[in-house]
């Protein structure tokens, strides 16, 4: 797989077939490996590029704060060197919120969007189920984020394992685990969930999720998919209600239920959302 000089460090992405570039971004903890079973399922004729964000995967651990703004530098970056254009975007968790915001940004090199499990707009306690909210509390809260985060490697060890319904196999939890072996190397990991818009905080960040929401409502001319997932135990982020808001709020758009899942969908329901992201982008002559 290749990498690519991207500012003052490197950036890993798998690239497979040819066509129109379809570009699989993904969240917090994993990696470029979250879409290894749904790009098949998308199929052909696509060019499929998935990059490991910044600090994660195989990509550099360069010597910056991992802040929202961070990895849409490096992002926007990967995209100039690799001269992406007429792209449709597919995201999870915070890689969605990254693809929203470089489409606000580039809108006149978005063909179309997909999104799934992300941020759609800025969020209150309320948004949270209780023991989410009391775990997020504590992992924004200085010193305690530290311990939980870095010493005890909270989001490889603990979050993947209820936070994936269908259970993740020893090799493929490995593969997720090795980028980050030291407390330093967690770095990137803690900084996400401080990055959650959040009652206005952090201001810069909830500031450029408004101007994506800004586009995704005035954009009719970008088709969009939303697929939505079946959960009771309270790991989904987009669930009855957020999804109504988004049907209310976001032009142009498409919600596709996808069956039973829990947060990290693309390892619950990989070959669901491969076939749903084909099929929409045969609709719309995307490809």
């Given amino acids: 797989m290749p990498s690519l000089q991207v500012l003052n460090s490197t950036i890993f992405y798998r690239d497979t077939g040819t066509g129109s570039p379809f570009v699989f971004l993904h969240g917090n903890p994993t990696s470029s490996h979250v879409w290894r079973n749904v790009i098949p399922h998308v199929g052909s004729p696509a060019r499929s590029l998935a990059p490991d964000l910044i600090g994660m995967g195989h990509s550099g651990k360069p010597e910056i704060a991992y802040r929202f703004s961070d990895h849409a530098e490096y992002l926007d970056a990967w995209f100039e060197k690799l001269a992406l254009d007429r792209v449709i975007l597919i995201g999870h968790d915070w890689g969605g919120a990254l693809a929203m915001d470089w489409a ?50 909270f989001f490889i060890e603990q979050a993947l394992k209820v936070t994936i319904r269908s259970g ?23 900084a996400w969930p401080r990055e959650m818009p959040i009652e206005g905080e952090p201001g810069d960040t909830v500031r450029r999720i408004e101007g994506y929401g800004t586009w995704l409502a005035n954009s009719p001319e970008i088709p969009k998919l939303l697929l939505v997932f079946d ?43 491969g076939k749903a992201i084909a099929a929409w982008a045969d609709r719309h002559k995307l490809r």
């Fill in 104 to 153: 606000a940004h580039h809108p006149e090199r978005v063909r179309g969007i997909v999104l799934m499990e992300t941020i759609l707009r800025p969020m209150t306690w309320n948004d949270f189920p209780d023991q989410h909210r009391h775990r997020y509390e504590l992992i924004r809260t200085a010193g305690m984020g530290e311990a939980k985060v870095l010493d005890e490697n």
């Fill in 231 to 273: 959960n009771s135990d309270g790991t989904l982020m987009i669930g009855p209600e957020m999804s109504g808001w988004a049907r209310e709020n976001i032009s142009a758009l498409e919600v596709e239920a996808c069956g039973p899942a829990a947060h990290i969908c693309p390892e619950d329901q990989p070959e669901i959302i």
């Fill in 168 to 190: 993740l196999s020893a090799e493929d939890h490995d593969i997720y685990r090795q980028p980050y072996p030291t407390r330093e190397s967690r770095r990137p990991l803690l």
